[in-house]
């Protein structure tokens, strides 16, 4: 591994890196003479997740990007669906993944502008946020993505490091977002909904095939528009994906795809923890206060994407593919934010210290993934090899500015508004470019299912000050790998185990030896079992054991920031069970407990856990179709989940509660048309999600109706 920073003043010229994998013409003038009939996709129409059982998904493809029955795959992977998604009426990935394990979603609360989420306790939204496999990297600023969940088939949950086969990313895990595609249907549907607050939600799936069957689109539309449970605050956006599928064989196929939405919203609040946590004088910060400015504040982001997804297989069971996509986003955001209180508070006056902050990101975004895959046989080894090179282009055009605000009265807010931001600590262009080349070996041996992958990353990244024009360069490679095992008895118990590694460049310095920032790394050891009972065939039920340590951590030594010399480590238990109890009952459940601790950095927090981590969380969703003539079409939803306390400070002094929440849904479906009313937070529990240096409330109650058609 080596790592090397250069500084220059002028703009150097770099060459574009293109890669494609070449086949032989051959193969590809092989003709097909035979006419092929209409494909038939067997599910019901509009089900667009006919690889589950209920709940349950039997294969999974992000694991090991091919796909695989998840009883045979030695790691933790969750799967959440679109059946799902509908059931629980989730209208972001966050709220989708409430209820699965291993993920702690809404981390920062009640945030209509990004998906936060924490994996095996690490904040993993700026690097293991997924879409069909390919990165959508954001920055640490404000440079997020964000996918509307209807576009969605369903989301893939990795739990552990992913490196061997995804390149530079967060050590506890990833999501992979992955797409609706056209199923070769003429069918459509349509539904809306509105909820206690008035935000109006609407959604439209189309699609259709061509005479011959070898042709087919799909078009899906879908937004919102009103008010939140935050006074001024609005959440207005909309999201597109048209999407264009050829198949003229069984072994071909081409999917041209586009995704472009808009949000519209505001920032969060940022509240001290007394005053929220516990009582002030006067009692709690109501949950519905606005506290910045509503002449200032907005939070504003523009998304596009356009890609492609080919994929040919040859007689010799060799498949080639190739994913790419090019995307670009935008943001404007500027929020006036609290940063506590001036002065303790009284029961007459609370003034909420302010700052006005504004951020400008530009990003464009361009992966490409390459692979061959072959299916072979050596005696009585069955092997899946496959064999990438991927690449990644990150643009960011950053600009971030900061001052003092005017404070707010938050037992009797005046809005005034607040001077423009004119200073900027941050004008500043990122280019990274990332170039792996990956291999891996699925072996089933008997009743053996064993896992070889390895990878190696070359990170390139230029940071441009663009005021001076002083250039910083860096460099650096990595090795990442995992192996795994799992065996699989005939009763249905698959014990597995599994060892990875993960890295994560860094940009920066050690503010007390110059040196250039090493990559993250991390290492984990795993054990598990899954079982899937031979008399409950569509449910499985899977245990997890882990032990992760993060290494090379930026952190403080006490006196000065940005040292190099952090340690984490996480282990703990994660419980699933997920399925079709019976015809009529299906259910999803999970509990994840964790010992967090930090190892190295700031003696102050050695043995601390790190602020804003619950280190245990559980859930439990149900969904019964009542089994009766008179209520046919009727299905009573309900769940709770539970988060545990977590940590205000980095001392550990201070504590958030832990806290249950009850969710609920009643659903009535008769031939084409549907309607469900769904509330969450059922009793309107007021909580804190978290705090870090600042406290953000949960989610209030939240009920919606919404009512759909489908052809």
């Not at 262009?429 to 190696?456: C, E, K, P």
Request: include cysteine; aromatic fraction near 10%.
């Amino acid at each position: 591994m080596g790592i090397r920073v250069m500084t220059k003043r002028r703009v150097l010229a770099g060459p574009l890196l293109a890669m494609t994998f070449l086949h032989a013409p051959h193969a590809l003038a092989q003709d097909k003479q035979d006419v092929l009939a209409p494909i038939q996709v067997e599910g019901e129409a509009g089900d667009s997740t006919s690889d589950f059982d209920g709940y349950k998904a039997r294969k999974d493809a992000s694991a090991g990007k091919s796909d695989q029955p998840l009883e045979k795959t030695p790691q933790a992977v969750s799967v959440v669906g679109s059946r799902q998604i509908e059931d629980q009426a989730a209208r972001s990935v966050v709220e989708a993944t409430r209820y699965a394990p291993g993920i702690r979603s809404e981390t920062f609360g009640n945030d209509t502008r990004n998906d936060w989420f924490l994996i095996r306790g690490f904040s993993s939204q700026v690097s293991s946020y997924f879409l069909d496999g390919l990165q959508l990297q954001s920055s640490d600023s404000f440079a997020t993505w964000k996918v509307n969940p209807y576009l969605l088939d369903r989301i893939d949950v990795l739990r552990g490091p992913s490196s061997a086969l995804y390149g530079a990313s967060n050590p506890g895990g990833l999501i992979n977002l992955v797409s609706k595609r056209p199923t070769f249907q003429n069918r459509g549907e349509t539904a809306i909904g509105v909820n206690e607050v008035g935000n109006v939600w609407t959604g439209l799936d189309v699609e259709g095939v061509n005479k011959d069957g070898t042709l087919a689109y799909r078009f899906i539309a879908t937004g919102n528009y009103g008010g939140t449970q935050v006074d001024y605050t609005d959440n207005d956006q909309f999201a597109i994906m048209p999407e264009l599928t050829w198949k003229p064989d069984e072994d071909t196929s081409l999917t041209v795809y586009a995704n472009v939405s808009k949000l519209k919203t505001r920032g969060q609040n940022f509240l001290p923890y007394v005053g929220t946590v516990v009582d002030a004088p006067f009692g709690k910060i109501p949950r519905d206060l606005f506290t910045s400015e509503p002449s200032v504040d907005k939070f504003e982001r523009s998304q596009q994407m356009i890609g492609y997804e080919f994929e040919h297989r040859f007689d010799n069971d060799v498949t080639v593919r190739q994913n790419l996509r090019y995307g670009h986003l935008d943001v404007d955001f500027r929020n006036v934010y609290g940063e506590g209180w001036v002065s303790p508070p009284t029961t007459a006056t609370a003034l909420l210290d302010r700052a006005n902050f504004l951020s400008k990101p530009d990003l464009g975004l361009f992966t490409v993934d390459n692979q061959v895959e072959w299916k072979t046989s050596t005696g009585p080894v069955d092997h899946t090899l496959l064999l990438g090179l991927d690449y990644k282009r990150f643009d960011l055009h950053d600009e971030s500015g900061f001052q003092d605000a005017p404070p707010l009265d938050v037992l009797d807010p005046v809005y005034n508004g607040a001077p423009p931001v004119t200073s900027r600590y941050d004008q500043s262009n990122t280019l990274q470019n990332q170039t792996g080349l990956y291999a891996q070996d699925l072996m089933q041996i008997d009743r053996w299912n064993l896992v070889f992958s390895g990878r190696y990353d070359d990170v390139q990244t230029k940071v441009t000050d663009r005021p001076t024009g002083v250039r910083t360069s860096y460099a650096s490679d990595a090795f990442s790998g995992r192996a795994g095992a799992i065996y699989n008895f005939d009763n249905g118990i698959s014990p597995y185990v599994s060892v990875s590694r993960s890295f994560l460049p860094l940009t920066g310095t050690d503010t007390a030896t110059g040196d250039a920032f090493k990559p993250e790394t991390a290492v984990q050891y795993e054990a598990g079992v899954k079982y899937q009972p031979t008399w409950l065939s569509d449910v499985m039920l899977t245990a997890s054991l882990f032990d992760l340590t993060r290494e090379n951590v930026v952190t403080s030594d006490g006196l000065l920031f940005n040292r190099q010399i952090g340690k984490v480590n996480s282990r703990g238990v994660e419980l699933e069970a997920v399925g079709q109890l019976t015809p009529d009952l299906k259910l999803t459940g999970a509990y994840t407990w964790y010992d967090l601790k930090i190892k190295d950095g700031n003696p102050a927090e050695i043995g601390k856990v790190t602020t804003g981590t619950p280190e245990q969380f559980g859930s439990l969703w149900l969904d019964y179709a009542v089994p009766s003539d008179r209520l046919e079409g009727v299905t009573l939803g309900g769940g709770v989940h539970y988060v545990g306390s977590s940590f205000a400070d980095s001392a550990n002094t201070q504590k958030v509660p832990d806290v249950v929440l009850v969710d609920a849904a009643i659903r009535y479906e008769k031939d084409n048309f549907k309607a469900a009313l769904n509330v969450s937070n059922l009793f309107d529990k007021a909580y804190v999600a978290s705090c870090n240096i600042t406290c953000f409330y949960g989610e209030s109650r939240e009920v919606s109706l919404t009512m759909g058609y489908k052809w």
